[in-house]
T-cell receptor, first 114, second 112 residues
Framework: AQSVTQLDSQVPVFEEAPVELRCNYSSSVSVYLFWYVQYPNQGLQLLLKYLSGSTLVKGINGFEAEFNKSQTSFHLRKPSVHISDTAEYFCAVSPTGSARQLTFGSGTQLTVLP | DSGVTQTPKHLITATGQRVTLRCSPRSGDLSVYWYQQSLDQGLQFLIQYYNGEERAKGNILERFSAQQFPDLHSELNLSSLELGDSALYFC???????????FGEGSRLTVL
């Protein structure tokens, strides 16, 4: 089984400041890693994913994340946030074997302040 | 637009009733997943279908059932509804075996 811990439930930051949203996972098998974003009253949208290869992955809207296997972490970063980045962000894992369902973290509400 | 369509978007019903939520996956996607999002439980995986067959089960109650039809659309049936079933129900689809899911906008169920 897998579990995902998002260490911060709420992260307020000022516009144009950098941000890091933290994610740690636990799994007895190899996993794929994902970040999804949910804007108000919308479904989840994939930001980025780590399947294999380079541990630094770049996603949409200027976000990037780094997979750290030794620390079982997959933190999400953006060097300069915009008001439009205000949303809830979910970290998720999926085993690389036959099962494909995602296990989600509890989410981090990012609020960008003017 | 993810290409995944869910209906209805909103549904209000009473305790004890039964409802059906419908999902049309992206064109060509064979897998359909159902998730429940509530304030206290977060995002919970309910069930997965692949090409008409049940593939995996998560935290789905016995009062809930689902199926995937030959045209690949899926329905989630919720019966004997309780107040605690009020939640946002998401459908997602995927084609590749990478866990990358594409989500619909959800069906918000309110049980009064």
């Amino acid at each position: 089984a897998q579990s995902v811990t998002q260490l911060d439930s709420q992260v307020p930051v000022f516009e144009e400041a950098p941000v890091e949203l933290r994610c740690n996972y636990s799994s007895s098998v190899s996993v794929y890693l994902f970040w999804y974003v949910q804007y108000p009253n919308q479904g989840l949208q994939l930001l980025l994913k780590y399947l294999s290869g380079s541990t630094l992955v770049k996603g949409i809207n200027g976000f990037e994340a780094e997979f750290n296997k030794s620390q079982t972490s997959f933190h999400l970063r953006k060097p300069s946030v915009h008001i439009s980045d205000t949303a809830e962000y979910f970290c998720a894992v999926s085993p690389t074997g036959s099962a494909r369902q995602l296990t989600f973290g509890s989410g981090t509400q990012l609020t960008v302040l003017p | 637009d993810s290409g995944v369509t869910q209906t209805p978007k909103h549904l209000i019903t009473a305790t004890g009733q039964r409802v059906t939520l419908r999902c049309s996956p992206r064109s060509g996607d064979l897998s359909v997943y159902w998730y429940q999002q509530s304030l206290d439980q977060g995002l919970q995986f309910l069930i997965q279908y692949y090409n008409g067959e049940e593939r995996a089960k998560g935290n789905i109650l016995e009062r809930f059932s689902a199926q995937q039809f030959p045209d690949l659309h899926s329905e989630l049936n919720l019966s004997s509804l309780e107040l605690g079933d009020s939640a946002l129900y998401f459908c997602a689809s995927s084609q590749k075996n990478t866990g990358e899911l594409f989500f619909g906008e959800g069906s918000r169920l309110t049980v009064l």
